[in-house]
Structure formats: C-alpha cells, structure tokens
C-alpha cells in the first residue's frame, strides 16, 4: 500500500496541493479525477519521486517503493524512437535488474493480452501508431515486474479498437497491479478503475468505490461545474 | 555492468540509425583539423618538445580534445534530451544511480568518436602526410582524461537540470577547451591555470610518451586529477539532482 501523509506543495507562492492525504492499496486500480490543472500531474509525480512536496510523506511498506514504479503518459513519446520495440522492452527490464530469463518468462505471460508485439517488436518505435505505441509501454510496464503502475491519460489519442485493446489489458492486470490512473475519458475510467478520489482545493473531496459513468458524471458535475461540496 | 552495457548498445544503436549526426561530427571535426594543419598550427610544437613531427603533436593533443568535448557532451546534452523527451524518467528509476548508468552513453560515444579519429586521421595522413603511432600510454591517458572530462560534464549536466536552459554552454566549454589546454598552443601562463584540467595534462602525457620523454609523476598526477575531477561531478550532480526534484525541473510533462 502507498501512503499519502499529509502532502503539500505550491509552486510560486500558488497552493496546489493541501495537506493532502490519502492510502492506495495493493492490487487495486485508483482512479484520480479533476479538472486540468487541479493538482494530479503534481501529485503524480511526488508518488513518483520526480518532485519533492514541501511538507508531509509518501510511504510504502516497501523502502525502495519508487523504483517499482512504471508511469505511462499521454503522447506516447516515452520510449526511444530509433529503438525497436523488442530493444526498448528489454532494456527497460534490464534497467531494472532482471536477467535474460526473466524478461523471456514475463514476455511468455503477458503475450497472450498484447497479440500486436510479434507483428511490431521489430519496428522501430518511431514507425508506430500512438495507439500502438500505448500498448506497447504498458507491456513494457508489465514485462519490468513494476508493483506499481501509473497512468496518465492514457487513452488520450487512441482510437476506439486501441482504447478498447488497452482497457481490456488494464482490466485483466488490476488484480495483480496497483494501477493510478488518471484520465478525462468517463467510460475508460469507470470500467477500468474500482475507487475514484476526486481532487480539489489541493485535497481530496471526494472517495467512492464501484462508479458507473452516470454516477461518475454527476459526481464530477455537482463537484467542479456546479462547485457543491460533496 | 550488464546495465552499463545494455545502454551502450541502446546508444550506438540510436547513433547509427541517427545518420545525419555521425555524418556532421565527422565533417566538421575533419575540416577543423584540416584548417589548423592547412594554416601551420602547432609549429612551436617543434621546438618545445624536440621533435620535427610537430603536426604529429598537433594531432595527438586533437584526439585528446575530440574525446574531451564528447565526453562532456554526452551526459550534457543526452540528460536534457532525455527529459524534455520523457525517457529519463524511466533511468531515475534504474538500479544503477544516472551518473554511473551513462558510463553506458559514454561509451558509446568513445567507440563512435573513434571511427571519427580514425577518419580524420586517414583524411590528414592523405592530404598532409601526417603519421603518429598510439601506444598503450598515450592510449591509457586518452580513457582516464575521458572520465576526468566526463566528471566535468557531469557538473555542466547538473547545471542544465537545474537552470534547464544551458542553451550554447557546452559549446562554448568545447571551444574553451581547445584554446587553453595546449590542445593548439597556448601561452604558458594560461597552460599553468589550466593544468588542472585533464585535458591539459594528457595533452602533455601523451606528446611526452610520443617523443619519447620521460612521463615521471605526470600520468600519476593525470590519474589522480581526473579521479577527482570524476567524484566532483559524481557529487555535484547530486546535489543539483536533488534541487531540481524541490524546484520540479524534472516534472513528467
């Protein structure tokens, strides 16, 4: 489980992140939602070790959390270019210290959810489609034995068949993963994760479980358009 | 160590698929040494070490100079490529800390940097009759003068994550170099200040080794310069490293 401990940080004098505190539990996927500009990048890159908060913690029974932990961002220019997709995957395990054989091993077990790597794994990563390119950093994720999985945005660009492709790998790794994600696309976001923490003011107000979109959008309505407080 | 190797395979990989940037090196390094021997540079070569060879000497200290700037500009350039790109996060993450992991980059740039050397080398031997021969001094000062000088780009690489725009700094560090370390020659005064650069003291390790000359405390001191130069920027990086996390300059974009 990580731990969110009381977490500030402002950035020129501008809060955007209040005291903030909140725990994500193994094995489950957590949705962040708000508004552009509300705080999530900031946020995800404190759990990521990226930014430092001014005050307050983020923990983990595990000392050396954040080296488990994978981030996917929108726009899918994350891996190198004039690498193929084979070379990219592995280096990226390797950089985590897995040997030969368990780079081979993961790729045997995740395979079967991403029938599009034999076809691309040696194309340079340049040469694929955004929604390719997706899927392929989260087979990456996967094949780096990553604890932790972050998402941002990541249907952002895909098409339908591609956003369906990526929900369906999603789904099938909640249960093994502890996924964040974080994305503005309501059906995505309702299938795909099980709790939702609802950001504003630099906090978090708003925690439910189990969202269909419609309950999600009235959530999201009442709380940013309308400004209620929930 | 399998780490390090694996990001020298990503790297000359990237190099040679990259053409263009190969190809502009090697053009530009070439027409430069061209000029110098073309206009007589390094002919108080002659007299200072004793030697009719001077372009010899001149060739040697341009080798030596080649390797510096590259190994300045790798982690200079490479880190901010990588974040602006997206792909350094995924290295902060690594198992090995950034500045030892682009020992991997470093290499890579060294082996492609020497097909350059050799090219040019051929290019000069052509056109200006220039031999030299390396021996395992003039080799052995060449790698430990690239960690010194790597050492040094490890500072400038800190600076660009903090200010984040460096913008001509690593030129300018190029140029710098190759006025006030003896790599052309250079007034005695300012090559007395700059000894304590690496490339100043290979400079003179690998021209003493060539004509024969005694190398005395020399290499040692070589040796220990760039070690020191090397855990220098290991430690300033770190902390540069640690102020840009407070600041954000490393924010996933």
Redesign the interface.
Known sequence: MISVKQVSKS?HGNCVLDHISFEIPDQTATALIGPNGIGK??L??IL?????PDSGEVTSETPDF??E???V?S?S????A??TVK?NI???A????LSNSDIRQNLDRYLPSFPLYDSVKNK?FEELSTGQKQLMILLAALVTNSRYLIL?EPTEGLDLDHKRALLHAVTSIRNTKTILITSHDSDFITSAAERFLFLKDGQIAVEKEHLDTKEFLEIYEALYLQGESL | MRIIWYECKMDVLRTFRYKMGLVSDLVIYTLLLCFFFWSNTGQSFQELYGVENYQALLLLGYVAWTFSVTAISTIASQLLAELQRGTLFFKLHSRLPLQILYLGDLLSSVLVQTIVVIIYSVVTYFFFGVRYIVTLPIVAAFLISILGMYGIGLMIAGLSLYYKRIGAVVLLVQLFLLFVTDTIPTSPVITEVSSVLPLTMCNTVIRNSFVHKDLGMTFLLLCVVSLLWFAAGYIVFDCFMKQAKKKGNLLLY
């Open positions: 950035f990048t900031t995800l890159n990521c070790g990226s930014l430092v954040q080296r932990i994978f981030t961002l726009g220019h994350q891996l190198y004039k690498n070379e592995e280096f990226l390797v950089l985590r210290g340079l941002d």
